[in-house]
C-alpha cells in the first residue's frame, strides 16, 4: 500500500501542471552531464562583499541540478555563466522525444527579467542514424558535431563529446513576457516522424533577455514516448 503511494505521488510530480511525464526529473533518475555543462555563476566582488539591494549572493553556487527539479521558487535556479550555454542531461531511459518544456517564474514575481533563457535549442545523440533509410527526408534531419555546440568557455572536458554527432530535436523562443511562465514545444513534424531515440539530451541556450553575465534556468523538462514498456 506504502508502495503504491509512492509511485503515485513520483507519476503526480512527473505530470504536474503539463499532463506529461518528465523524464528528465532528477528525482525519477536522470542526471547532469558535467561535460556537456556550462560553468555555474560564482563572480565575486572586488572589494569583498555585497550591497545589501543585490541578490547575487543567492544565486550562487546552487548546482545544475537544480534544473532537473520540480522546486520553482524565486531565486531558487541554476545560475548558468554567461548569457549562453549549455546544459546536458542523461535520461533514465531510452524515449523517443516529443516535446520539452521551459519552467520559470511567473513575470509578475520577477525582479527583473533579463536572465531568463530566451532563444534555445535542443540536441540529442540518437541511438543510432541510420541515413541510407532516410531517402530525401534525410534533409530534414540537422546534425552537428559537439566540437561545433561545445564551443564556450567553463565545460568540463568537453573532448569527451568532439566526434559525437548530435541530432537537432528542435529550436525556439522561452517567451517571458507570455502569459504564462511554463511553456510547452512540441518536436516539429519533419523531425517527430523519425522517431529517433535517446538518452542525452542537450538544452543548447542561444540568448537570454538582456543578462550578460548570468542565465537563471529553474526548470528543464523532456517529454516522449517510453520505449521499454
Known sequence: RIMQLERQLQLHSQLDSVGMVDYALWSAGAYVITALTSATYAA??????????SARPA???????????????LGYCWAMLSSSGTLGVALPRTIIPRAVT???????LLFQVESAPRDVEVWIIPEHLDNTS??????????????????HPGLFQPHRFRATTF?????????????????SFAVPGEVNEFNLKTNTVLFKFLTNWGNKEYTCLYRVRVHGDNTQE
Request: no cysteine; proline share 9%.
Open 44 to 53: 565575486q566582488p572586488s572589494w569583498g562583499w555585497w550591497p545589501l539591494s
Open 59 to 73: 544565486l550562487q553556487w546552487k548546482p545544475p541540478e537544480l534544473a532537473l527539479s520540480p522546486e520553482v521558487h
Open 102 to 108: 521551459i519552467d520559470h517564474v511567473a513575470k509578475p
Open 134 to 151: 532516410m531517402g530525401a527526408q534525410r534533409d530534414a534531419i540537422i546534425t552537428a558535431s559537439g566540437a561545433d555546440l561545445l564551443d
Open 167 to 183: 541530432v537537432r530535436l528542435i529550436n525556439f523562443t522561452y517567451d517571458v513576457h507570455g502569459s504564462n511562465a511554463v511553456q
